[in-house]
């Protein structure tokens, strides 16, 4: 938890040389808590008082990265309980459970690495791979190796784990688990190869102890799996969701470091009978960081990824596409001319419509600060003025021959004064709806 300004002030000299450019140690405490100076403008302040404002300053969940050949996944440095508060910062990563003497590895691995979906324009996939160590695993890490460079969680015991982290040089895999009865080797490990490692234990004050132990070793990148109980078996979808909710608070409120860190989830090992696939929704939505799943398939994936990304959205920021002139299906300079709005989700709808139907078109999507259509009309993001604005800055004109402009059914309100700023064009109302613009098109603009 960042301290005050006054509680920075008492770890200065409180000499008030003035060599850090301002007139009083006070002074400086201030900007300092504001983020407007750095601590090293001041000469005098003891390395003791370094450490304490470090500390600090430190994020209250740890960011954990799991790096391998340019490509990353990020963990933690989230801020807040509820997403509405300000944003979720960093998605948590997908990997997909395999088995190092799987004979089928390097298919499995193959048609993983391949997989991708796009949604609203951007293309998804998995994150990384998950591999059990119940067989050779520098020669599955090979394996693996030959057909992704995505990042690895390895998952075994620490003579089996060894094995197999010399071929993973350069790399940060996640080493899963140290816990109560061999957290020491797991930590040597983890040290000795620089990697992260994953912390399990049956209850919160478990992994606090283990985690503060662990961290005098002199490793830092941790990850809690708080999602076992005394049995050793995964507890219900409600007490891992309470264990989740708890660490979240205490790492925010209490500012609690020894559960400061990002969790990792396992949603096919639940034995409740709710199902891998909503066990993961709930992961994603509160609060893992890295999600192993058991299961490749894309009818789980899908709405999985696209869930991820509509959490993980800031609710602030509205996702966008380009105010541009967009063209669809090679239009002619006779094909109609549409306008919408730059919310992703509005224009893929529009453009998607028109495009599977096979008609040309125009469309013309204006600067609406990323908001639908009614929305941005109701904020005054959407108005006869932009619209006409944005058919100008396009240079539309020139590239079309007919003169008939088609706005959304909603806003029709909008006809007379876009009539009024663009005295040479013909405005037509269109439906409200995206699914109804083929049929318009091929009826109201006779187009085919």
Partial sequence: MALTGIQIYKLLPQTNCKECGLPTCLAFAMKLAAKQ?????????????????????APPIRLVTLK????EVKAGNEVVLF???????????????????????????????NY??????MDFTVDGF???????????????????????????????????????AGETPLLYAADSSNWEAMADLAAQHKCALAVRGASLDELADLTEKIKAKGVEDLVLDPGLNAEGRRVNMATW????????????????????????????????GA??????????????GFIVLDTFAPELLYPLLVLRENIYTDPQKPIQVQ????????????????VTTNFSITYFAVANEVEGAGLPAWLVVTDAEGMSVLTAWAAGKFDAERIAKAVKDFKVAEKVRNRTLVIPGHVAVLSGELEEELPDWEIRVGPREAVDLPAFMKQALQTA
């Fill in 37 to 57: 100076v750095e601590l090293a403008a001041c000469p005098y302040v003891s390395e003791e008082s370094k450490a304490k404002l470090a500390a600090s300053a």
């Fill in 68 to 71: 391998a050949d340019g490509h």
């Fill in 83 to 113: 997403r509405h508060e300000k944003t979720f910062y960093h998605k948590p990563g997908l990997f997909v459970r395999l088995k190092a003497a799987d004979p089928d590895l390097a298919a499995k691995v193959e048609a993983i690495e």
């Fill in 116 to 121: 991708t979906v796009n949604y609203v324009g």
């Fill in 130 to 168: 998950a591999l059990q160590a119940d067989g050779d695993l520098a020669a599955a890490i090979e394996t693996v190796r030959a057909a992704s460079k995505r990042p690895l969680i390895l998952i075994g015991e620490p003579q089996a784990l060894e094995s197999g982290l010399g071929a993973l």
């Fill in 241 to 272: 969701l309470a264990r989740a909710t708890q660490i979240r608070r205490l790492a925010l409120k209490k500012n609690f470091r020894p559960l400061g860190y990002p969790l990792i989830t396992f949603p096919a090992e639940h034995q409740d």
């Fill in 275 to 288: 199902g891998e696939a909503v066990h993961a929704a709930q992961h994603i939505a509160k609060y893992a």
């Fill in 323 to 338: 105010p541009e002139l967009y063209e669809i299906n090679a239009p002619s300079p006779d094909a109609p001319v549409l």
